[in-house]
């Protein structure tokens, strides 16, 4: 799980240059810039389509379950109902790729209908039990009343802005109107109003101005609110969200379980397996040569001995790696201060904490900070380290830093994601700042469990 620090550690390719950031950067502020941006035409766009899609959906809805809730009385009520709901479904994922396509609004699928049984009452009943089919009806419902407030205060506001904003243009084409000079504002029996004067063409023009400006950022906050209501009653619900999560992190259990039970059994087989066999094999040569040659048989025993020290010492560091008896023993004080012993630079240990956690989170503490001091030793070229562990709330956080090279990343499938991916497993996090030259302070985030009856 060693990460190289600096060569391996996702370094840029090309020097970043302050100037370059300059240069990409807009000279326009975002206030002036927002009327004329592709992202304000998109949601424009986004806005004006809803009130047609609105109409179909409301239509659709309110239609087929009106029929469905009429036949109830008869057979044909219910599966009249499902169709409906199913019908909601898929007009929920055309309104989440038109949310994705216009909104840059990325939305996961609801939780799938799952038919456990053939048939069309089996198939019936799915859809009615599931909240997804449940929660796209109401968005049927409820976007209609949104988009028709949406449509009309957008299309109000950039008739006005724009219509404003360019009267100048307007009175210089059509200086005349209706026989008068000007565009009339006001007028009833008795009295009219004209903007015909340059004072008032460019008092026109400035609210115009303002109008114009405005608009997009009021747009802005209307689609907010349809982000809203694609990603709470389209999207995946909290629950189906974090099963998916505990699929995935159960995965990640399943699978580091399984590589660790290969390295075990590679250890064993390539390490103290392989010396006890051959150790036999000079016992058993060492007892035919014990009546002929009484002193090479007690060399061979000597050299036996030697061997069985060097397998014992093996088998120590193997069950070290699988759970020290230390951290179970004396915590992780003990055991992180036995851990920085054997680091090739001087590791200062600080664990401040009132009672151990839960033995699980012990262990992977323990393991996370084995882990990176064992980079610190083989990449970080460091002349001191320190371990900080903490609680801070319902969480028990790690922190190893060293004065090194520095350039750690995540990326690329090293050893620091692979340490991520086993941290997420449980609800974990890993933070890594390491910029090009040091130093490297790397954060794990662990959720606490207190400790039970050991």
Known sequence: MATEYGQGYGLP??????????????????????????????????VLLSLPMSI??????????????GLLVTFLGVPVLAAALAGCRGLGSVERARARGLLGLEVGEPEPLRVKRQGVMAWVGVVLKSGASWRSLLYAVLQLPWAVLSFVVTVTLWSVGWSLLTYPLWFWVFPMYGGRDGLQLYGDDRHRIYLDNPFEITVTAGVGLLFTLATPWIVR???????????GLLGP????????????????????????????????????QARLVALAMDLGLAKEKLREDPQVAAQMVDEAHGEVKTALQELRDLARGIHPAVLTDRGLDAALSSVAS???????????????????IEGIAYFTASELLQNVSKH??????????????????????????????TSGGSGLSGLAERLNSVDGILVVDSPAGGPTRVTAELPWRAERTR
């Not at 001191?384 to 090279?405: C, H, I, K, P, Y």
């Open 342 to 360: 054997r680091c090739t630079v001087p590791v200062q240990v600080e664990v401040d904490l009132t009672e151990r956690p839960a033995p699980a």
């Open 380 to 409: 970080s070229r460091a002349t001191w380290a320190a371990v900080e562990v903490w609680r801070t709330d319902n969480r028990l956080m790690l922190q190893v830093v060293d004065n090194g090279v520095g350039g750690a990343d």
């Open 221 to 231: 906050a209307l689609t907010t609110v349809d982000r809203v209501m694609v990603h």
């Open 237 to 272: 619900s909290r629950l189906a969200t974090r099963v998916v999560e505990l699929e995935s992190d159960r995965g990640v259990v399943v699978d580091t379980a399984a590589a660790d039970l290969r390295r075990i059994e590679r250890d064993l087989h390539d390490g103290a």
């Open 13 to 46: 390719a090309e020097p970043c240059h302050p100037g370059n950031a300059e240069r990409r950067r807009p000279r326009l502020p975002a206030a002036l810039r927002a009327p004329v941006e592709g992202r304000t035409w998109r949601e424009l766009g986004y």
């Open 56 to 69: 179909l959906l409301f239509t659709y809805a309110v239609t087929m379950v009106s029929l469905g809730a």
